[in-house]
């Protein structure tokens, strides 16, 4: 064997090692929201705060994580990517601590800004890095990636719910979990791969407006996150007070939804690697768009939940491929992938909202109505992500490689 066919399969494990590690990452971050999420009401308990002074609280992570984003490229070009996602992803697990501490509304906003902001820091920097192992491997991984977040935060809610039956004290369990997913995820680092900027390449700055391609990339994420967030936040009230449902089957819809979303992820690499994202990505959009007309004029709430699956299913991939194009968009991906992630949790913390307040003016089958013209918005929109599909770009040939100058490895 010659040295250069060594030093590929060499660099060929690298990357199939770095795409485990970065897997490993995903889920642990994932871990941390359903852990959370679960303890909510502890934490309402205990900071002692109205129905209405927690929902503002619930809105400071979005915007701590919409501040800080930005932020997540001059902090990996100054230490490096490996480096950066240690020390975010550990600031990030550790912040699971905070929220149960908080004893009143102003700490709690505090305390949840906090935490949103090393989760957009961290989401950032896991988000480029596995852009750059796709562009290795010349196939399709972060849709599977999104999907490990999904079982991530599966795991999470899982064990808080049952530390939630035993009555234990979400402090305790929040801090036995996060010294716990701390210790993952720093281990998962040591594999991820580790890019250095340029001696000579500019840092970016610390605030700046992303890209216009992250804009345009962004307005399809945004569509599929409210989409998402109007389903995960409404679709139980959706069948319980539209179409008189038990509590039992409208709390069902809402984990059923949960669940094909997360498979749909996991098992949609391939259908990206078939068919390209432009085509995945427009597919998506017709189911779900069918499945938000299906929840409109559902009789029954078994047709509506098979709305509300269709619509999992339709938007599944959008968010991880909108990454992956925003990643190859241009010559700084942090930054196009800062912006988009910006975008789509913007979606993300008003549609619950809009949703609401739409539903209080009119009726919630006048907001999924929305949720059906906005999940249209992805046929019409799916184009945008053409610059970064591998089956325009060079699948198989290795080109779309290079699309991402970021960083090189270190030697």
Not at 104 to 114: K, N, P, S, V
Not at 260 to 281: C, E, L
Request: neutral net charge.
């Amino acid at each position: 064997m010659t040295s250069d066919s060594t030093a590929a399969v060499f660099g060929s494990h690298e990357v199939r090692r770095a795409r485990y590690a970065v897997a490993a990452v995903f889920t642990v971050h994932g871990a941390v929201t359903g852990s959370f999420a679960t303890r909510v009401p502890w934490i309402q308990d205990h900071a002692g705060v109205s129905a209405g002074q927690l929902g503002l609280a619930l809105a400071f992570p979005a915007i701590g994580a919409s501040v800080a984003m930005p932020l997540a490229g001059a902090v990996s070009h100054r230490f490096g990517a490996r480096t950066a996602l240690r020390g975010l992803l550990a600031l990030w697990t550790l912040a699971l601590i905070l929220p149960s501490l908080a004893p009143g509304l102003l700490t709690l906003c505090t305390a949840l800004f906090f935490y949103g902001a090393s989760a957009g820091m961290s989401d950032v920097a896991m988000n480029a890095l596995g852009v750059e192992v796709e562009n290795r491997l010349d196939k399709s991984i972060m849709s599977g990636l999104h999907g490990m977040w999904s079982v991530g935060a599966l795991i999470g809610s899982a064990a808080g719910t049952v530390a939630a039956h035993l009555g234990a004290d979400a402090r305790l369990h929040h801090l036995i979990a996060a010294l716990v997913l701390t210790a993952l995820g720093l281990i998962a680092c040591q594999w991820v791969l580790d890019l250095r900027s340029e001696p000579d390449e500019e840092p970016p700055p610390r605030f700046a407006l992303p890209p216009k391609s992250a804009l345009v990339i962004g307005a399809v994420g945004f569509c599929a996150v409210f989409a998402e967030g109007a389903s995960l936040d409404w679709s139980a009230v959706y069948l319980r007070d539209t179409l008189d449902s038990s509590a039992g089957l409208a709390a069902a819809s809402t984990t059923a939804f949960a669940l094909t979303m997360a498979v749909a992820r996991i098992a949609g690499d391939r259908v990206v690697d078939r068919f390209g994202a432009v085509r995945t990505v427009r597919s998506g959009g017709v189911l779900a768009t069918a499945g938000g007309v299906l929840v409109v004029v559902a009789p029954h709430p078994a047709l509506a939940m098979c709305g509300f699956g269709l619509m999992g299913l339709g938007i599944a991939v959008v968010v991880p491929l909108a990454f992956a194009a925003a990643g190859r968009s241009g010559p700084k991906p942090a930054q196009a992938i800062a912006g988009v992630a910006t975008i789509t949790y913007t979606s993300g913390l008003i549609a619950p909202s809009a949703i609401g307040s739409l539903a209080e003016a009119t009726s919630l089958v006048v907001s999924f109505g929305l949720v059906s013209v906005l999940a249209f918005g992805l046929v019409l929109g799916a184009g945008v992500l053409r610059a970064g599909d591998r089956k325009v770009s060079g699948a198989g040939t290795g080109a779309g490689t290079r699309d991402v100058p970021a960083a090189e490895p270190r030697p």
